[in-house]
């Protein structure tokens, strides 16, 4: 089964949109996924939101390679959210022609988490755009029954929950959970590999899932447990940073490289049947 891959933004960190398109398109990619919000307070972004002439030519540019924008990082979700906040984040990647945006829930109290999601989910629905929760240890969305705890509430029709390999390992969330998920639920995975080693503290989590991340294939995440809970056709983002495996090489060999790992992985797995 042929598989639709999109290079995330980790794998290739730091650089600019422009280049992402051209190394997702050089190494093989069907689509690119782009961050126009920090993932931290001072982190590396691209706020295509505030240079519409920008986001012409950046258009243009994946016309002519026959790329697309798969997803778009990130919204975080705290106490104080208000959706209306993101209007033109949301407009700027409906004009991208983006499919999928990751939301991460950084909000203790999980009923206004909820309503906050509820009300994003209403805010993107005029611009096409799904929203998927990712679910992180070292958020306060912990794991795949918090988020599933919040779609069952939130009831949005454009809603979903992302599958990432490194956080489904670090937060022990069980295989059998992820075939549990209802696939209307699931628009994409992220695919990496990962130490048996979880590091105790948030600091040390996010160090990690940034910078530290294998290859598929050259850890001891059960990848092929994780991926054969999914739908086989799921469209699959590679996102695998590594600062020190990377030293050296340029970004569209490593992003090669990635893609390369991921379908050798992927190659061997039989997901479960969409229905």
Not at 83 to 106: E, H, K, N, Q, W
């Amino acid at each position: 089964m042929t598989r639709e891959l999109s290079l995330s933004f980790l794998t290739c960190l730091g650089i600019g949109p422009e280049e992402a398109v051209r190394v997702a398109a050089e190494a093989g990619y069907d689509h690119v996924g782009l961050r126009m919000l920090p993932a931290a307070p001072g982190g590396i972004a691209f706020p295509l939101m505030d240079d519409p002439a920008r986001v012409r030519d950046l258009r243009t540019l994946m016309t002519d390679l026959g790329m697309s924008v798969f997803d778009v990082e990130m919204i975080r979700i705290a106490p104080d959210f208000r959706a209306t906040d993101y209007l033109s984040f949301l407009d700027c990647a409906g004009r991208l022609g983006a499919r999928a945006i990751l939301v991460a829930g950084d909000d203790p109290d999980e009923g206004r988490l909820t309503a906050s999601f509820a009300a994003l989910c209403e805010a993107a629905s005029p611009f096409g755009l799904a929203m998927d929760l990712e679910f992180m240890p070292q958020s306060e969305l912990h794991d795949l029954a918090a988020a599933l705890r919040v779609l069952k509430a939130a009831g949005q029709p454009n809603q979903g929950v992302i599958v990432d390999a490194l956080h489904v390992s670090r937060s022990r969330t069980p295989a059998a959970l992820i075939a549990e998920i209802p696939e209307k639920w699931m628009h994409y995975a992220q695919i990496c590999d990962g130490p048996a080693e979880i590091p105790d503290t948030r600091e040390a989590l996010n160090f990690a899932a940034r910078h530290e991340r294998f290859l598929p294939g050259d850890g001891a995440i059960d990848l092929a447990a994780i991926f054969g809970a999914l739908p086989g056709g799921l469209p699959v983002a590679v996102e695998v940073p590594n600062d020190r495996q990377t030293a050296g090489l340029s970004p569209a060999e490593w992003a090669r490289r990635a893609r390369q790992a991921s379908l050798a992985l992927l190659g061997t797995v039989h997901g479960r049947s969409q229905r």
